[in-house]
């Protein structure tokens, strides 16, 4: 389902609005939402050079756990077994440039993709490292492993900033993530994920869901069976005398919240917003592509999505129901090589590949950028149980379409693809190139409450890959 996650504004007799409305029957079905603020655009800046505004919109593909960068896009063919790992590579369509066996697909699409090698955080914690990949701050301190949101980490994440800077399009929101939320064992949410002291106005709205489903749908986004079109109406009508009363209470904050009612119920009403999740109108052909998986699916999704006018989707793949705590998702500490070649290469491969040729059919690669990320990468030496660990300290990502020099790799690894010789990237570089691909400069300002300014990233493009 989607969350809007914010914060409750009280009332005066120490009652939320939120609880209010939900004692009056209005909240079942999305008119009681207190925590959510009218989103403000931001005019983008003059062209700062290559690249610049390429993009209309984003797709970032986030592989929780930390996908190995020796088996992906970092091979060391040449090392001893214990650092090569059990896999070969191959030759990409991209001259001398060669990865992982295990990503064939992938490969044939090179010339569409750039290759970062060095990106860098020093930080072994999944939390910590993935809240400064997620939003370009570092996190205070490193290396800090279950960390919580809030204060002092609780920097927009990039796909807020993206909400907050170009706004909502329609009734669907500017950014969206799916189809999970990130969380380390016990369920222990990750910060950076959130807008979190820009405000509750630009949070990436979350769609719980698993759109490979038999029965996928999006509760909110369709009237329950049993309020019918009139009974809506009548509700609409009892909320506005509810509005009434509040307004003699806080005018300010009530006029936010009735807007965001409003879109709500715009929300459900919308055809095109019901087309959007409509993945059965995809071919078998298509879906069958991407692959049919939760992963692969949620791919396809994002792409109906950004085709619908949301400015970024972020596509976690968290973990599966067969994953266990010693190696869920990609952080394979154990069975690394089992791990790869079964439950996570062959889905990656097949939904990435498709996502790319699927844009590119469609005319849309040109004017969308691909992130693909993780938190970091594993370590060099595989361990006892057949696993790599965490590894911070150089780790491999790869960015795609609008605004980027497909064939392209920036940066190297020493010869165990431990640390980096050359072309560190760290997040804000990243975050920055992000920001300008879509038309955004780094030092674009953000305000906090207290009207102080901060620039939506302390990083620089990286000009080599534009």
Not at 60 to 68: A, E, K, S
Not at 215 to 240: C, M, N, V, W, Y
Not at 373 to 399: Q, T, Y
Request: one cysteine or more; hydrophobic letters at 35%.
């Amino acid at each position: 389902m989607i969350s809007f996650r914010g914060r409750q504004t009280t009332l005066c007799d120490g009652i939320s609005r939120r609880e209010w409305m939900r004692l009056g029957g209005l909240g079942a079905f999305g008119l009681g939402l207190p925590d959510l603020m009218k989103a403000r655009g931001n005019e983008a800046p003059a062209n700062k050079g290559a690249g610049f505004g390429r993009a209309k919109n984003c797709i970032v593909l986030f592989m929780l756990g930390g996908p190995p960068q020796h088996e992906t896009w970092d091979p060391k063919p040449n090392s001893p077994s214990e650092i090569r790992g059990d896999f070969g590579t191959i030759a990409s369509a991209t001259p001398g440039l060669h990865v992982g066996e295990l990503m064939p697909r992938t490969a044939s699409l090179t010339n569409d993709i750039a290759v970062l090698r060095a990106m860098a955080t020093d930080d072994n914690a999944h939390s910590s490292s993935g809240y400064w990949m997620l939003t370009g701050y570092p996190h205070s301190p490193k290396n800090k492993e279950n960390a919580l949101p809030g204060f002092p980490n609780d920097w927009p994440s990039m796909a807020a900033v993206v909400r907050h800077l170009k706004g909502d399009q329609g009734s669907l929101p500017g950014s969206v993530r799916l189809p999970e939320e990130i969380w380390n064992t016990g369920h222990i949410v990750w910060p950076g994920q959130d807008a979190g002291w820009l405000g509750a106005h630009a949070d990436p709205w979350m769609v719980s869901c698993d759109p490979n489903d038999k029965d996928f749908h999006i509760p909110d986004i369709a009237l329950p069976t049993h309020i019918s079109p009139d009974r809506l109406g009548q509700r609409r009508e009892l909320q506005k005398l509810m509005n009434r009363h509040f307004d003699r209470l806080d005018d300010a904050n009530l006029d936010r919240w009735s807007t965001w009612q409003t879109k709500a119920v715009d929300l459900m009403r919308d055809q095109s917003t019901q087309q959007a999740f409509n993945i059965d109108s995809e071919s078998d052909e298509v879906r069958d592509r991407y692959g049919r998986n939760r992963f692969g699916q949620s791919v396809l999704l994002s792409r109906r999505l950004i085709e619908s006018g949301v400015s970024l989707v972020q596509v976690n793949w968290t973990r599966w129901e067969s994953d266990e705590n010693v190696a869920p998702a990609w952080d394979t500490h154990a069975k690394n090589s089992e791990r790869l070649k079964h439950s996570l290469m062959p889905p990656m491969d097949q939904a990435y590949s498709a996502l790319l040729e699927d844009l590119k059919h469609r005319g849309l690669l040109e004017e969308t950028l691909v992130v693909w990320m993780g938190e970091f990468g594993r370590s060099p030496k595989i361990n006892a149980k057949g696993g790599r660990d965490h590894w911070g300290h150089v780790f491999s990502a790869a960015l795609a379409g609008g605004g980027v020099q497909g064939g392209a790799v920036y940066g190297q690894s020493d010869q165990q693809g431990g640390y980096p010789l050359d072309g560190r990237v760290e997040p804000q570089d990243l975050t920055a190139t992000v920001f300008h691909c879509l038309g955004f400069d780094p030092e674009t300002e953000l305000r906090d409450r207290l009207n102080r300014p901060f620039p939506i990233s302390k990083g620089h493009p990286i000009r080599s890959i534009l």
